[in-house]
C-alpha cells in the first residue's frame, strides 16, 4: 500500500508540472470572459472584479501559458522515466518471486 501511495503521489507531482500554465491561462480567460474583460498577452488590459482592477494579474496569469513549452515536454520526459522504472521495479519483484518460489 506505501508503493502505491509513493507512485500515485509521484504521478499526481508530475500531472500537476505537466499541466499547471495550461490550467492558470485557462482560469485567467474564464475570469476575463465572466466579466467582460478582453485578456491579450500584447497589453495589459484593465479588468474590474468585485471592485478591483486584476487587468495585471490575469495578464501575468495568461502569459504563464507560455511555460507549457517547456513543462509538457519535461513532464512528459518525467512521466516516460517514471513508467521505466516502475517496469524495471516490476520485473526485478517478479525475478524475486520466480527464483525465491524454485
Known amino acids: 500500500m506505501k508503493k502505491l501511495l509513493r507512485n500515485l503521489f509521484v ?7 505537466t499541466i499547471w500554465p495550461i490550467v492558470l491561462a485557462g482560469v485567467a480567460g474564464s475570469i476575463a470572459s465572466a466579466n467582460g474583460c478582453e485578456l491579450n498577452e500584447a497589453v495589459i488590459n484593465p479588468c474590474i472584479v468585485n471592485g478591483r482592477d486584476m487587468g495585471e494579474t490575469l495578464y501575468s496569469m495568461g502569459v504563464m501559458g507560455w511555460f507549457m513549452l517547456v513543462t509538457i515536454p519535461t513532464g512528459l520526459l518525467a512521466l ?8 524495471i521495479e516490476w ?3 517478479r525475478r524475486r518471486r520466480v527464483t525465491s518460489n524454485s
Open 11 to 17: 504521478l499526481l507531482l508530475i500531472m500537476l508540472w
Open 80 to 87: 516516460l522515466i517514471f513508467l521505466l522504472l516502475l517496469l
Open 91 to 93: 520485473l526485478l519483484g
